[in-house]
């Protein structure tokens, strides 16, 4: 099995490009390891660029949300997504289980 593994902290367009390309068919399977690692690379970029720190929340947020959205609507592609995993209680005691994302929204 042929592995083909890119992560550039602005290349995320250039992967999803690559990835539903003609050159790219005889991949059947796509891994995204670790969206947590991901959302935290945006992050750090966008607290750079934002006059306001926690602007780069929301728009690391809706930029995570975009990026998971488009691999997991590839057509013809298994795409698989790993993440650090955050565990929480709620207000009834349950043991709630979900991707750990910075900022606690974006993994909800």
């Known amino acids: 099995?042929?592995?083909f593994?890119?992560?550039?902290r602005r290349g995320q367009r250039i992967y999803y490009e690559w990835v539903t390309s003609e050159e790219a068919s005889q991949y059947k399977s796509?891994?995204?390891d670790s969206i947590s690692e991901i959302a935290e690379v945006v992050l750090n970029h966008e607290k750079k660029?934002?006059?306001d720190p926690?602007?780069?929340y929301g728009s690391m947020q809706e930029q995570v949300t975009d990026l998971i959205r488009a691999f997991r609507d590839i057509e013809?592609?298994?795409v698989y997504f790993s993440?650090?995993?955050e565990k929480t209680q709620d207000e009834t005691g349950r043991i709630l289980?979900?991707?750990a994302m910075p900022g606690n929204k974006t993994g909800q």
Do not use: D, E, S, T
């Open 83 to 85: 993440a650090k995993l």
């Open 5 to 8: 593994c890119v992560f550039r």
């Open 76 to 78: 013809g592609k298994h």
């Open 49 to 51: 660029h934002a006059k």
């Open 1 to 3: 099995m042929r592995r």
């Open 97 to 99: 289980y979900a991707p």
């Open 54 to 56: 926690r602007q780069a």
């Open 30 to 32: 796509i891994c995204l």
